[in-house]
C-alpha cells in the first residue's frame, strides 16, 4: 500500500486519505526551504500507520521544522496560534482591533452603540477615509466549531438597527462585517452575499482570508512565539498585547514576567522577525 494511501483520523473525528501533497504545500507556506520540507516530509512519511491523527502528523511536522527553522515553525503553527487567543472571546477581539489598526484604520474595541430600539456593544469600530466599519468577532475554541446562518441573520439586524439611529449622519456605519477564525457555512455565506454583510474566516474570502492578511502584513499573534510560555502569553494578552509588532515596541512587559536579558534578546529577536522589523 502506498503512503498517500494511508487513512488518518481528522479533530472532526472523521477519516480521511492522507495527503502528501497538502502537508507538503502547508509546510512550504511557512517559508521553510525544499531541502528543510522534503526532509520533514521523508520522515513524516517513514512514520505514517493507518488511523494516526492529523494532531498527530502536525505535532511531528512542527516539532521537526522547530529543530530545523524555529520562526518557520512559529508560522506554521498560524491555525493552532489563533485559537490558543482563548478561551474567552476577548483576545480575538482585541486581535482583530490590531490588524485593523495596523492596516490604517482608526480603532475602538468594545464600544457600546445606541441603535433605534436599543444599546448595541460593537466589538470593533474601524474607520479609515470613507469605511466605516461596525465588526462582530465570533471566537470559537473547538475546531471542529462553524458559524453557521444565525450568526449573520443575527448581526444584521444590530447592524440594521444601529444604522437606522444614525442615517445620513457622520456617524453612520457603511459596512458590517463578521469575523470568526472558524469557517462559515454556505448558507451563512449566500445570506452575507445578499444582504451586503462582509464576512472574514481562516480562509475567506478566498486569498483574502485571516491567514494570507497575516502572513502578507507580518501581523502575527503573539501566540505564535515558540519561546514564550503559556502563562507568559497570557500575562501579554491580558495587557492587549496581542500582536508580535506590539511587543517589539513595548518590550518592557518582558521587564515585568522577570525574563533574564538573555532570553529577552531571543524572544525579541523571534517577534521581530516575525514582525518583518528587524
Not at 89 to 97: L, R
Not at 137 to 148: A, D, L, P, R, V
Request: glycine share 6%; aromatic share 10%.
Amino acid at each position: 500500500m502506498k503512503k498517500e494511501a494511508f487513512q488518518v483520523i481528522k479533530s472532526s473525528g472523521e477519516k480521511a486519505d492522507f495527503s502528501l501533497a497538502k502537508l507538503r504545500n502547508s509546510l512550504f507556506k511557512s517559508g521553510a526551504d525544499k531541502l528543510v520540507v522534503d526532509n520533514i516530509i521523508n520522515i513524516v512519511r517513514d512514520e505514517l500507520y493507518q488511523g494516526i491523527s492529523t494532531k498527530e502528523i502536525y505535532n511531528r511536522a512542527f516539532a521537526l521544522l522547530k529543530k530545523s527553522q524555529p520562526i518557520f515553525a512559529s508560522k506554521y503553527k498560524l491555525k493552532r496560534a489563533i485559537y490558543e487567543l482563548g478561551p474567552t472571546g476577548f483576545p480575538f477581539e482585541n486581535f482583530i482591533g490590531a490588524l485593523m489598526e495596523y492596516s490604517g484604520y482608526k480603532v475602538e474595541v468594545g464600544k457600546i452603540l445606541q441603535g433605534k430600539c436599543v444599546n448595541h456593544e460593537v466589538d470593533v469600530i474601524a474607520i479609515k477615509h470613507k469605511q466605516h466599519i461596525i465588526a462582530e468577532c465570533k471566537f470559537h475554541s473547538e475546531k471542529t466549531s462553524t458559524c453557521n446562518i444565525k450568526v449573520p441573520l443575527y448581526i444584521n439586524s444590530r447592524y440594521k438597527d444601529i444604522i437606522a439611529q444614525y442615517n445620513n449622519t457622520p456617524l453612520c456605519p457603511n459596512e458590517g462585517w463578521v469575523v470568526t477564525n472558524t469557517r462559515f457555512t454556505s448558507d451563512a455565506i449566500t445570506y452575507a452575499k445578499c444582504v451586503g454583510l462582509y464576512l472574514l474566516s481562516w480562509d475567506y474570502p478566498k486569498e483574502n482570508g485571516l491567514k494570507e492578511r497575516i502572513d502578507r502584513l507580518g501581523l502575527y499573534p503573539i501566540t505564535v512565539s515558540t519561546l514564550l510560555t503559556k502563562r507568559e502569553k497570557q500575562f501579554l494578552l491580558s495587557r492587549k498585547v496581542v500582536l508580535c509588532r506590539q511587543l517589539v515596541d513595548d518590550n518592557f512587559y518582558l521587564d515585568h514576567l522577570g525574563i533574564s536579558e538573555k532570553r529577552k534578546t531571543k524572544i525579541l529577536t523571534e517577534v521581530s522577525m516575525l514582525s518583518n522589523t528587524n
